[in-house]
């Protein structure tokens, strides 16, 4: 029921289905040891809870958003008339410091996405993966969810659609060829099915997984040498601050990169102001 809840009424993601389906699992089995239910945990049971992670090793992030679990699933027996209370509404965590996102400098970029060999199958349509990835800075799941139809390669935009809303984002000509020449040469290779809409599928005929294309990132990194942990996030927040560092504005960046609260975009001008830092405190004679 509760999963229910999160899909129709929350119009929650994969992702934060998975997730907050994993931290009320571990929360009432955490119940069960102590003899509680949910509807007889109280604000102090929740926040022995929230210590309990972080007496296991967690980090403060990992129970902050385990406690945002709790709250939604209390909320949904509230909603149920299965408590009369919030017990998590009143707990808080110590704030987080939040870290600088990691990015990737353009030599490391272009290292990085010179490593697929566009002359085979595999190597052509994992050039034309990373290509768009960087080129438009979209997430991992907006990647694989896009189809044939969201391209316009010759007007030289990428048109991602989410459940919120849909955004319109440029593409530089470099990921331009490389999309073409995988539509036109390797996809129809590689599809299962005539009508198989997935622009990127794997060399099964079928639509990209996230774990599929994760492992295509981790091996791209080891054969490049490069030292950095490269996620796919890595190339978005790369994209972002590249963008930010030649000149873009920050509206424009929010835009593209489909954020609610020009806040999270605010974070690269930090990335920027810290590696000026860096760069300062390297090179000049009185530090």
């Given at each position: 029921?509760?999963?229910?809840?999160?899909?129709?009424?929350?119009?929650?993601s994969?992702?934060?289905?998975?997730?907050?389906?994993?931290?009320?699992e571990?929360?009432?089995?955490?119940?069960?040891?102590?003899?509680?239910?949910?509807?007889?945990?109280?604000?102090?049971?929740?926040?022995?809870?929230?210590?309990?992670?972080?007496?296991?090793?967690?980090?403060v992030?990992?129970?902050?958003?385990?406690?945002?679990?709790?709250?939604?699933?209390?909320?949904?027996?509230?909603?149920?008339?299965?408590?009369s209370?919030?017990?998590a509404?009143?707990v808080?965590?110590?704030k987080?410091?939040?870290k600088?996102?990691?990015?990737?400098?353009?030599?490391?970029?272009?290292?990085?996405?010179?490593?697929?060999?566009?002359?085979?199958?595999?190597?052509?349509?994992d050039?034309?993966?990373?290509?768009?990835?960087?080129?438009?800075?979209?997430?991992?799941?907006?990647?694989?969810?896009?189809?044939?139809?969201?391209l316009?390669?010759?007007?030289?935009?990428?048109?991602?659609?989410?459940?919120?809303?849909?955004?319109?984002?440029?593409?530089y000509?470099?990921?331009?060829?490389?999309l073409?020449d995988?539509?036109?040469?390797?996809?129809?290779?590689l599809?299962?099915?005539?009508d198989?809409?997935?622009?990127?599928?794997?060399?099964?005929?079928?639509?990209?997984s996230?774990?599929?294309?994760?492992?295509?990132?981790?091996?791209?990194?080891?054969?490049?040498?490069?030292?950095?942990?490269?996620?796919?996030?890595?190339?978005?927040?790369?994209f972002?601050?590249h963008?930010l560092?030649n000149?873009?504005?920050?509206?424009?960046?929010?835009?593209?990169?489909?954020?609610?609260?020009?806040?999270?975009?605010?974070?690269?001008?930090?990335?920027?102001?810290?590696?000026?830092?860096?760069?300062?405190?390297?090179?000049h004679?009185?530090?």
């Open positions: 029921m509760y999963q229910q809840y999160l899909i129709e009424v929350k119009n929650s994969e992702n934060t289905l998975s997730s907050y389906s994993r931290d009320i571990q929360y009432l089995r955490w119940l069960e040891t102590t003899d509680l239910s949910p509807q007889s945990a109280s604000q102090v049971d929740v926040d022995h809870y929230t210590k309990y992670l972080l007496g296991l090793g967690k980090s992030a990992t129970a902050t958003r385990s406690l945002a679990s709790l709250k939604s699933f209390y909320s949904f027996l509230l909603r149920e008339g299965i408590v209370v919030n017990p509404k009143g808080v965590l110590e987080i410091e939040r600088l996102p990691q990015v990737l400098s353009n030599k490391e970029v272009d290292l990085f996405l010179e490593q697929p060999d566009p002359r085979d199958t595999k190597g052509c349509r050039k034309a993966m990373l290509e768009l990835l960087y080129a438009t800075g979209i997430r991992v799941t907006e990647l694989i969810d896009l189809n044939l139809e969201h316009n390669l010759s007007a030289g935009f990428l048109r991602c659609v989410t459940k919120k809303k849909e955004r319109i984002i440029p593409l000509s470099t990921a331009v060829r490389a073409a995988y539509i036109e040469h390797v996809r129809p290779q599809i299962e099915q005539p198989e809409r997935a622009l990127f599928v794997n060399m099964n005929g079928s639509r990209m996230r774990q599929g294309f994760w492992k295509i990132i981790k091996h791209y990194q080891d054969q490049a040498g490069i030292q950095k942990e490269i996620t796919p996030h890595t190339l978005r927040h790369s972002a601050t963008l560092e000149g873009a504005d920050l509206r424009s960046i929010q835009e593209m990169l489909g954020h609610a609260d020009i806040a999270s975009t605010q974070v690269y001008t930090q990335v920027i102001n810290q590696k000026l830092k860096d760069v300062y405190n390297r090179a004679p009185r530090t």
